[in-house]
């Protein structure tokens, strides 16, 4: 291996991150294995159509798997106990909470989910912080802090160690170089920030079984590919960190990274879909892979690993571009993807968002091919995207705005209805419809597997935001008036089309104006309605005073005597308070707020607001005086 070629690959690596990744053990099984604990120690599955999406693992100990149709699982375990997992709310709830739980562990906010199952910390600044607080001589007995401002928080841990499995499995202890050492070198300065995340990610892993009752599958590297890749090595309930060397030496040294990457099918990579996975291997292999025959070839089934594609002859960025690109595809998808084969990803983890890019519900059929089947199947797909949105898109209002009549929701709480305040924290501008056609079958009888999706969009309508409305004759009325049109652009025949999915998505999110830094601006309305709440105490009414009644004028001279004896007068706030308690001192109104009449009489023409001029008696406020009289001695 050439020095220029191995710097090349040093300088391309960007190892300066630690990334740890999450990946929810049999998640949807564990949803309700939480919610009933006795679950756990039976053959649980969790049904969707006629299959089995998951299973626990003692389902799986006694044979069953996931993807296993229904009628099979009976027959391999017939004391199985098989859940509905179509309604798909708790588990969007289960993993909300479980996000939220990991995110509180993060300094940095940078936690992104990946489905319902997966998550990815990016914790470089605490890394790198408990590693300048590191007792370099008395590694053994280390102390993790949680947090910057306090320093009890945080638990004991041993930083000479990885905690958990490595990859490589036989590594040697390895340990900080005596503090006499002047620096440390590149690999041993990531192997041990590698360990510390290994720690952080057992107290994490433990925390979450404690609190929560659900275990995960955690995976320890530099980047978010190779966190995910690594995590896989040891399920359930463990974790893997991938440790240095991550890029080779002149020496012979291999790279820990290629060696592990090269040995997984190119399809198996993160970022590399089924598609241009499928490209790949027909190039790499020289022939078409038969989807309807599961990519099986004589009975073998074909596998291409990332190795095989690396060093394929003539193999390069360039090719890779050339083959992979074109329309549909990014610029620079064969860099990215020359990247991925030899574990270099420098996407950044998402920092955590309220509102998500788009929401989408969608189902799969045997066979779609009448109109009427279709409407129904809108009609039900409508519903689920409804109530997804006002999940996903909608808060309880704070109470500061007037109640609204649209905003008005009815919740059952304690067994009656309880209004609730809604509003939207955003709104999807498109609406997009998209379909999967099964293609015509071959002369033989058999059917060519696709997987070509083809989609129609269209501005949401506005209606779907109301709150008046139930969830049903909303979903009614968007199926007619707006799917069932989309569906007439995308297929305009009258019949002939054989359905495999029908997707119904809502997109191209506009976040409304709010209060916090995420949204789209200022909430200028609700500012100025909060402010008026917050300055009325000190709001000064300009109006006509009626005249002092004689309590009046007894109360201002004890007032007075009490000041000139030296004694503490009321202030401001006190008069205010006094006024409260003495009713005559307050002004008649009626019905309206306005004055009442009788508030206006007075025999004293006189006002206490100024002076009259002497020349025009004009009534001016003291202050003002002067001036005025300088006008009048101004010469014509």
Known sequence: MGQAHL???????????????????????SVFEAENPALKSLPLAVQQKQIIVTCNYEARRRGLYKLQLIRDARKTCPDVIIVSGEDLTRFRDASKELYHFLQGYCWSRKVERLGFDEVFLDVTDMIDY???????????????HLDRSDPTIGFAYDASSVSGPTFPLALPRASSPPPSTPTLTLDLLLHLRLKLGSHLARHMRHQLEEHKGYTATVGISTNKLLAKLVGNLNKPKGQTTLVPPYVGSTGGEESNVITFIDAHDIGKIPGIGFKLAHKIRNHVSGRDAAFHAAL????????????????HPGMTPELLENLLGGPGFPKGIGRRIWGLIRGVDDSEVGNARKVPRQISIEDSYIRLDTMQEVRKELKLLASSLIRRMHLDLTEADDGDDPPMKEEAVTTPT???????????VAHPRTLRLTTRPRPPSDPDGSRTRSFNRISRSGPMPMFLFSFTESVDALAEKLVNEALVPLFRKLHPEKSGWNLSLVNVGATNMAQAATDSKDGAGRDIGRMFRRQTDVLKEWK??????PPASDSDDEYRNATSLNAVAGEEGPTQGNLAAESRHRPEAALPTTQNGSMNDDAWDSEDESSDVGDACRICRAVLPPFAMLAHERFHAMPD
């Open 130 to 144: 408990n590693l300048d607080l590191l007792n370099h001589s008395d590694l053994a007995y280390s102390f993790f």
């Open 540 to 545: 000064v009414e300009d109006g006509d005073v």
């Open 414 to 424: 304690a067994g009656r209805n309880v209004p609730v305040l809604k509003r939207w």
């Open 296 to 311: 099986v070839y004589g009975g073998t089934k074909e596998t291409i690993t990332v190795k095989d594609v690396r060093l």
């Open 7 to 29: 710097e090349d690959r040093a300088a391309e690596r960007n190892d300066g991150r630690i990334i740890i990744h999450f990946d929810y053990d049999c998640f949807y099984a």
